[in-house]
């Protein structure tokens, strides 16, 4: 199950910009011989998965914490 997991923002500052954002996970299987890997995250309800190499750049998958929860446990089968 997807769990928010939270960090201060690099765009925080002392003038009371309290900025959060979801931290990315990368997968266990990423390596530096460019694997084909990917980064989830809880954020907005929602589980986003996108690129590992692409980083800010990638596109973000989006789905329900039920669609998510489900994919997870198909894949395990």
Do not use: Y
Request: some cysteine; aromatic content about 6%.
């Amino acid at each position: 199950m997807l769990t928010e997991n939270w960090k201060k923002s690099s765009r925080s500052n002392g003038q009371g910009g309290a900025c959060l954002e979801a931290r990315w996970k990368k997968s266990s299987r990423s390596n530096g011989q460019g694997g084909q890997c990917v980064e989830a995250r809880a954020h907005a309800g929602m589980a986003q998965v996108r690129d590992t190499k692409l980083g800010e750049s990638s596109p973000i998958l989006e789905a329900s914490a039920a669609d998510w929860a489900a994919f997870l446990a198909e894949a395990k089968r």
